[in-house]
């Protein structure tokens, strides 16, 4: 078996994490696991395994044939038999397909903003969806869209999974009191909610002003991000809420802190919880997407409803006053995590599920 990922970019994200997670796990499975990055690198292309052939095509447009040719030729030196494509690159995947018919695509769907999926449409995706011989979706919500409105009969739900970090020994400098830090790791935008958290922030300073909150993701300089500043400014928490961007050692920051939250309006299933809950983190998060798959009673967590600030900072509250209760949680939370949401696991199930889609035995695509 011979796979390769495809992902747009390689910033810090939750497809792009998946994209490296699983090219990683593959190295060590199958006989070549590869990784392309169309449009971008960035910070996760460190975290790469050195067994992972990789290839950066810098695609300039949506339409770049030059790009498509040069993927072309990769795939056939390689003697690749799937492409894995994460997110929008299948219009990429499907493009070089049309030069090498017998490839298999399978399409992983990260979509995020799962708690209405009525309005989303894509002529393009549903007609590439008929290329596709296999879907993984990394939510139930997902799926059952898939299963409705693409034209695959091959859609299966895998949920996220969390490997070993990779990070950088660069250690870098937490603002705060050591033993009273609340982390955050979410990309700034609209459905992750930080406004929640912000406000949230506001009721805790006024009574546990030795906390601090420290946010980590990347800050895209648009409206929302100019709001979120903002917001910080009017109501004086430049000394309660730091923000470091995106970083490539999450978790040596994960071990340096005491609680973790994530206010999301929309979630799939969220890594941060799982990395979370790898590092031993009481979490508070709210009620969207498959988090409740995750903490799934009180004993690994708290959960509120979505966008309720009274719940959510009292929430937090809760952990910040109960040290036995908070650690509790985290060990609760990172024995379950690990049980249920291993790379080994999961990487057994998928290669499974590959081995037993239509005509695989007989695709031989680099000839």
């Known amino acids: 078996m011979r796979i390769v990922q495809i992902i747009d970019s390689l910033e810090a994200g939750g497809a792009e994490k998946m994209a490296v997670n699983y090219a990683n796990a593959l190295a060590n499975t199958i006989e070549f696991s590869g990784l392309v990055a169309t449009r971008r690198e ?48 299948f219009f990429t995947a499907v493009l070089v397909k049309l030069t090498l018919l017998k490839i298999k695509i399978i399409w992983h769907d990260h979509y995020g903003i799962s708690q209405d999926l009525k309005q989303r449409k894509s002529t393009s995706l ?92 990347k800050d895209f300089k648009d409206y929302y991000s100019a709001q979120l500043f903002q917001k910080i400014k009017e109501l004086k928490l430049q000394d309660s809420i730091f923000f470091y961007g995106s970083i490539n050692n999450v978790g040596q920051v994960l ?45 690994h967590g708290i959960i509120t409803e979505s966008d309720n600030l009274s719940e959510f900072s009292s929430a937090v509250e809760r952990l910040i006053t ?8 985290g060990e609760n939370l990172h024995k379950f995590v690990e049980l249920n949401y291993s790379e080994q696991s999961i990487i057994q199930e998928y290669v499974s599920w590959i081995k037993s889609l239509p005509n695989f035995a007989d695709n031989n695509s680099h000839k």
């Open 42 to 89: 960035g910070l996760l292309l460190s975290q790469l395994n050195k067994n992972v052939s990789y290839l950066f095509l810098n695609k300039k447009g949506k339409k770049d044939l030059s790009a498509v040719f040069r993927l072309r030729k990769y795939l056939k030196e390689n003697k690749v038999n799937v492409i894995h494509a994460h997110s929008s690159s």
């Open 322 to 329: 109960h040290v036995d209760e908070r650690q509790a949680k």
């Open 126 to 217: 549903k007609i590439s969806s008929l290329f596709f011989s296999g879907i993984i979706s990394v939510n139930d919500a997902l799926k059952n869209w898939a299963v409705s409105y693409l034209w695959s009969s091959n859609v299966v739900y895998f949920p996220n999974f969390i490997s070993d970090f990779n990070d950088s020994e660069e250690e870098i400098k937490l603002n705060g009191i050591d033993g009273k830090r609340i982390v955050c790791v979410a990309n700034l935008r609209p459905q992750k909610n930080h406004k929640l958290l912000i406000e949230t922030a506001s009721i805790i300073r006024d009574k546990f002003s030795d906390w601090s909150f420290h946010l980590f993701g």
């Open 255 to 299: 071990k340096r802190c005491n609680i973790a939250v994530l206010p999301s309006l929309s979630e799939g299933l969220p890594l941060a919880v799982l990395e979370y809950g790898l590092y031993k983190l009481p979490v508070v998060a709210t009620n969207v997407g498959e988090i409740k798959k995750v903490i799934t009673s009180h004993h």
